[in-house]
């Protein structure tokens, strides 16, 4: 990333015409050239290390705060610059008789040195220097409150006493780690990325920034993370009343295209469960920017009787490669190949056998029972789920030819129940349908209220059912959004 | 010979950003003293250095004298801040906590 900012008083040390050396002391090259730098009447030298090196030449400037070496965006030493009118017209880095005559105009350099010496890495390139100079370079671009820890704190302690912990240890977000997540995006740091509930306030690329860092995200997760705290900040996903619901889902969210390939998330064994990064730390990211940005926590707005482990975060790829089917953000308006999350209600998991059906027929009614315990095995159309079905069950509908739509209508006659199954006092069971709605075969689902994904391991016929929320305007309906426009 | 300056590998990790909207303070002001002590309920903590349940029993004795009720603290170790447990022990017994320091 090129300096801007830092060196721009120190530049005004260079002159309007004439030689600069970038040296230290540390550099064997540097060293070497010395004789030609004490040759070279009027070049200004700049020490990165020791301001009294080299000794023999008249004007040398202390540069041991890197201030010009940044300004003239210097990666090797020695590096030797000529100006003109006020610009920098030529440089060379490192030694080499032929380039430094050719630069200076003066024949006969250093004849007794050897032709050609590479130079060494410039201490702007220092690695135990990176995080100070990218903060000195860039910190600027930073808007959020400064949080001094005492120096008695311990800093992951520091994070819990302040409340910035959704329970587990977070990374401490200092401006370094902030600013090298920001380069996973070109989005300015001040772009608006949504209004978070309960509190509706406006979150930026920065403060989501901030939460991918405590999450623990790597940089290349930031637009996918953005992604997914915009469309959990719609109307439509309602992240406010799923928040403050006594029920136990959060939000959810599904990946899908080249993005989540890139960055590594599992679509395959154990992909809604431990161990994979990405997964792990993108969908906790949208539940830290919940929580601090939103201010939706446990026991104030939200008011879950229960809750379930994944609203720590829940995030995991479809796997589309192995799919029968389009992808899923394809059949929800997507174009191929383009990267899209789609952000869902969602409980814990809960696996789905079936390892007899071989035909899609009995296999859709199998999963349909399993799918019929969502909410209560005798309310209808209130909540609505996600079944993401295995590989080993996915053969079974691809070898009959069966679509994705396909299989949901087969789902959505299953789940057709009668009366007598549903309504309240049925089984001895007081819950249930009202007798006065009872009047005929009810659907399990609302239209649009059955999600399909693909994922899992390539052995074990366990598909899976995510419960939901409340579907439709009224609760939270799944919302889809590309990745494309936060990269 | 000191090679690298006045520019060294700062501590990088002791100033975070703040995740939240910044709704509240990041920092808290103490609350204001009491003009006397008459009806509250005053703690006395022990840092645990030496001594300073010397300087403390006096401080007890002079309070007791004066008809307010005491409570006794101590931190496990001075050399280490209070244990959160300690500090909500004394937030809920205590409306005034004297901190003793002696050596």
Known sequence: MPATGAGMSAAGELPRDGLVAVVKRDCPTCRLVEPVLAQLSGVLVFSQDDPRFPESVPNVRDDTDLDVSLALDIDTVPTLLRFAGGVEVERTVGWLRTAWEELTGLPGLGPDLPEHRPGCGSRTGDPDLADELLVRTHGDRLRSRRVELSALEDEIEALFDRGWSDGLPVVPPTPARVLRMLAGTSRAPDDLVGVVPPNLAEVTVEKVAVNAVLAGCRPEYLPVVLAAVHAACTDEFNAHGLLATTWGAGPAIVVNGPAARSIGMNSGGNALGQGNRANLTIGRALQLVIRNVGGGRPGEVDRAALGQPGKVGFCFAEDERGSPWEPLSVSRGVAPGSSAVTVFAAEGARGLADQISRTPESLARSLAAGLRGVAHPKLVTAFDATLVVCPEHARVFAQAGWSRAALEAALGEALLLQPADIERGADGIEEGVPAQLATRALPKFRPGGLMIVHAGGGAGMFSTVIGGWVGGPGGSQPVTTEVTAWT | ?103
């Open chain 2, 1 to 103: 010979m000191d090679m690298t300056g006045g520019l060294r590998a700062a501590p990088t990790t002791r100033t975070v950003l703040d995740p939240t909207d910044e709704r509240s303070a990041a920092h808290r002001e103490p609350l204001p003293r009491p003009a006397a002590l008459d009806g509250l309920r005053v703690g006395l903590l022990d840092i645990s250095k030496p001594r300073g349940n010397v300087f403390l029993d006096r401080l007890a004795e002079l309070l007791t004298e004066r008809n307010v009720s005491v409570r006794r603290y101590a931190k496990p170790t001075f050399t280490k801040p209070a244990p959160m447990d300690l500090r909500r022990e004394i937030a809920a017994e205590c409306d005034v906590v004297i901190e003793a320091l002696a050596d």
